[in-house]
């Protein structure tokens, strides 16, 4: 009994000891558990995208841009305001995982900017709590548009409004109109609308500014006045849009004035749309090869018939028409319609004209020159005439123009000189003989006229 009892005591010793080491050995495994829970938590990407943005043109820095970064769904996932003094932002996306990779859509836009939009790849290889950045600058250009549409009632009390734009430097200018008091001159007032365009569509059409007025065609007795910043001394004009073609206006009001401080002044008598451009538009002169002119003759047929039996002297003192006409009888207000500086075009037209020598020209069909130019010829005794003629010896001259890609001819026919000439036979004139002891019996000498 001793003998078990005291092998049964070193059992259970054993028994315990080893639920002892069990005991540790499962301790052991619940806290490798809770370490492998923890290593397994998804590890993410902090992203950042920043860098600045900056006036395409003059490179400085604009404030107050937007920048909106949106997934290929279309939703904003992150923005940004650029500092409104050094034009810098920073866009940044946290906890992004590996399914967060891919292409995204950055837009930038600023009051007075055409928006600029471009893709942007965010990628990474493991997801690894790291953080990536990238650099993006955008210079922006001038926008489409600039600014709302301006609308008064006017025609009642003198006004002044303003319009905000960017001017050829792309920064933000504003332009005073003076809407004068009875517009219309009869004391009625009405609704208009005046919008400016944008540098974009203004370098397009050469000009320093585009407005466009409503109701299209709109007279005013009194004009609004318009002043507006730009470089000083320049020599701007009117000019206004007709059917696509841009026209400089009549006379005097084509004037933009340079009030001597970088601020000019111009005058709108009516509405379409209308710009102030330094442009002169370049005429590009090319030479026409001279031609012969038409053949010009007048038959004088009452010398039709006429005989001599002594020489005759023919001195024709009619009037004979010499100078220069257009070719097909258009004149250069019909050559130039339609043109974006007609009147420039014409005195230009002029001026060769004169300088090639052609002073007396004619608007229309007929040659507008008048004269007495004595032709005298002799016909010959004894001679049938059958035809008398003045011919004008005559030719064509031509040059082209190329105003605003439109190409222009000018051709004129002139009458150079005249000759006289007459046509037709000697006639016999033979001597009869008489017989006998007369030396005159029966004969003589016997003239045929």
């Not at 490798?32 to 590890?43: G, L, N, Q, R, S």
Request: charge should be negative.
């Amino acid at each position: 009994m001793k003998m078990k009892g005291k092998f049964f005591g070193l059992g259970a010793k054993l028994a315990l000891s080893l639920a002892v080491v069990m005991g540790t050995m499962t301790s052991c495994y619940e806290k490798e558990d809770i370490k492998t829970v923890i290593d397994t938590t998804p590890m993410t990407v902090t992203y950042t995208i920043s860098g600045s943005v900056y006036n395409y043109t003059n490179l400085d820095a604009i404030g107050g841009a937007s920048l909106s970064l949106r997934n290929s769904a279309g939703t904003e996932v992150g923005s940004a305001t650029s500092d409104a003094q050094s034009g810098a932002y920073s866009i940044q996306l946290t906890g992004l995982r590996e399914s967060d990779r891919g292409t995204y859509t950055l837009s930038i836009s600023a009051n007075g900017y055409k928006t600029r939009t471009t893709a942007v790849t965010i990628w990474f290889e493991k997801a690894e709590n790291q953080a990536i950045a990238t650099q993006m600058d955008f210079a922006l250009k001038s926008n489409d548009i600039q600014g709302s549409p301006v609308e008064v009632v006017a025609g009642g009390e003198e006004q002044t409004v303003e319009i905000t734009g960017a001017d050829e430097n792309g920064n933000a200018v504003t332009d005073q109109i003076v809407i004068p008091a009875d517009l219309f001159g009869d004391g009625s007032t009405q609704t208009i609308t005046i919008q400016r365009e944008g540098r974009e569509e203004e370098t397009a059409s050469d000009a320093i500014r585009v407005y466009e007025g409503k109701p299209d065609g709109l007279q005013f007795t009194n004009p609004l006045e318009f002043t507006f910043n730009a470089t000083a001394g320049k020599n701007y004009k009117v000019y206004y849009e007709e059917g696509g073609v841009w026209k400089l206006a009549e006379g005097n009001d084509a004037n933009v004035v340079d009030n001597g401080d970088g601020t000019y002044t111009a005058k709108i008598w009516h509405f379409s749309r209308f710009k102030f451009a330094e442009n002169d538009y370049e005429i590009d002169w090319a030479e026409v090869d001279t031609l012969a002119g038409p053949a010009l003759a007048q038959d004088y047929k009452e010398y039709v018939g006429h005989t001599t039996s002594q020489p005759v002297t023919v001195a024709w003192t009619d009037p004979v028409w010499v100078g220069y006409k257009f070719t097909d009888g258009q004149t250069l207000d019909q050559i130039f319609d339609g043109c974006v500086i007609k009147d420039r075009a014409i005195s230009e037209v002029q001026a060769w004209l004169t300088d090639s020598g052609i002073i007396n020209i004619a608007e229309g069909t007929e040659f507008n020159k008048e004269v007495r130019d004595d032709l005298v010829t002799t016909i010959p005794e004894y001679y049938n005439v059958t035809a008398l003629t003045v011919d004008y010896a005559t030719q064509t001259i031509a040059r082209t123009l190329t105003i605003d890609g439109v190409t222009y001819r000018v051709s004129v026919d002139g009458v150079v000189g005249q000759t006289m000439s007459f046509d037709g036979e000697p006639y016999s004139h033979d001597h009869g003989h008489g017989h006998g002891d007369n030396l005159n019996a029966g004969g003589g000498i016997i003239d045929f006229e």
